[in-house]
């Protein structure tokens, strides 16, 4: 029997540029959670690996181009997402071709970890950013 069939695996980058600032985005009206702050990222869907998932998302929500090679694995949190479990996998990413643009969401931030509590973002992301802040 499959194990886990309902389980939501989430990737999601600390896009980090050269002053140590990670770039969040809001989420858009009209979607689960808008208004708040997450790191770039999405579902992963089915066949993909969590890397290919992530350089999809990437460009898709921002426009830029990422090597699978360039995510480096960072932390992880695990939560509740509406009634599925969910894992929400963090990798670091410093080397990225283009311009990081608000495709998909109304604003984008750059911001040091420890400015992060200021803005609201959804409680997965709390250990997310504790990590950040302590290893940053
Ligand atoms: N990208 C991202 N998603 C997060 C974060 N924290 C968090 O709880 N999530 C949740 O993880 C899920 C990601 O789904 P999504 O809607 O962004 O995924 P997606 O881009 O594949 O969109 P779609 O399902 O509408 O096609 C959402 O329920 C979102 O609220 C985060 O920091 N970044």
Redesign the pocket.
């Known amino acids: 029997m499959e194990k886990n069939p309902t389980m939501l695996f989430?990737v999601?980058a600390a896009l980090t540029n050269e002053v140590g600032e990670i770039l969040l985005q809001m989420r858009p009206e009209g979607?689960?959670?808008a208004g708040l702050w997450?790191?770039?990222?999405?579902?992963v869907e089915q066949g993909e690996s969590p890397e290919s998932a992530l350089a999809r998302?990437l460009k898709e929500e921002l426009g830029i181009d990422v090597a699978a090679s360039d995510l480096i694995p960072l932390t992880f949190a695990s939560?509740q997402?509406g009634d599925r479990g969910?894992i929400?996998l963090l990798y670091r990413c410093t080397q990225w071709i283009g311009q990081p643009a608000a495709l998909d969401s109304p604003e984008l931030k750059w911001l040091h970890p420890c400015d992060m509590d200021a803005l609201p973002m959804?409680p997965?992301?709390v250990p997310l950013v504790n990590f950040l802040k302590k290893f940053s």
Do not use: I, W
């Not at 997450?38 to 579902?43: I, Q, R, T, V």
């Open positions: 989430v999601a979607r689960q959670m997450e790191f770039p990222g999405g579902k998302e939560a997402n969910m929400l959804p997965a992301d």
